[in-house]
Every structure is written in structure tokens, then in C-alpha cells.
């Protein structure tokens, strides 16, 4: 997710303009520099995506940079294929991790257990 978010009554032009470019302009001059280097067999480029792609309450600036994302990569992976680029691209979301794991289990089990478990590490 972003590092921050805003509700649409806060959303600056200054933060949509950073974020697109981050995202969205980053992406496209990545991949053309990228490209003007790859051989006759081809190559590939791997875009970072994110779930929040399909669209985040107070996170529409960075969700529209995502889907920006996405549709990119489709267009290019079109465009570049017959030159043997592969366009794709990485697209994470919430991590269970072993902590957060061991809290909802106990929270289906009773109730009263749902306090958050104590993170294993030193």
C-alpha cells in the first residue's frame, strides 16, 4: 500500500502527480530504457503491480496508479511480444504471516483469545 493516504477532500495535485510519476511515468521510462538494450532474442520486463489495484478506500491516487499499471503491462506485453519481450507483472497482496496467523486462529476458537499474539522474534 502507500505510504500515504487520502481521503478525496485531501488528495493534493502535488501528491497525484507524485504518485503517477513514481508509478505510472517510472514504469514507461524503465521499460524503454530497458528495452533499447535487450538482444534479438528477447528479454523480459517485470512491472510491480498491487492489489489495491481494484481500488482502496482512501487510497484512490495510489489504486489508479496500479491499474495504470496493469493496463500497461497488457498493452505492452501486446506491443513487445513479437520481439520476443515478455511483459508481466508482479501483483502482491496481504501477507499471512505467522503472528497474524496464530491470532485469527485463536479468535475463531474462542473469543476471549483474541488478543493479538506476541511476535517469535528476538
Request: hydrophobic fraction near 35%; charge should be negative.
Given at each position: 500500500m502507500p505510504?500515504?493516504?487520502?481521503?478525496?477532500e485531501d488528495i493534493?495535485?502535488?501528491?497525484?502527480?507524485?504518485?503517477?510519476?513514481?508509478?505510472?511515468?517510472g514504469t514507461i521510462l524503465a521499460t524503454k530504457e530497458a528495452?533499447?538494450?535487450?538482444g534479438p532474442?528477447?528479454?523480459?520486463?517485470i512491472n510491480i503491480s498491487s492489489i489495491a489495484s481494484a481500488g482502496e478506500p482512501t487510497a484512490a491516487i495510489y489504486s489508479g496508479t496500479k491499474g495504470a499499471v496493469d493496463a500497461i503491462t497488457r498493452g505492452l506485453a501486446a506491443e513487445l511480444g513479437p520481439r520476443k519481450i515478455r511483459v508481466n507483472a508482479i501483483v502482491p497482496g496481504g501477507v499471512m504471516w505467522a503472528q497474524r496467523r496464530r491470532a485469527r486462529f485463536r479468535s475463531a476458537k474462542s473469543p476471549s483469545?483474541?488478543?493479538p499474539a506476541p511476535a517469535l522474534r528476538p
Open positions: 505510504a500515504s493516504t487520502s481521503s478525496l493534493t495535485e502535488d501528491e497525484f502527480h507524485r504518485e503517477f510519476n513514481i508509478n505510472v511515468l528495452v533499447k538494450h535487450f532474442n528477447g528479454d523480459s520486463v483469545s483474541a488478543q
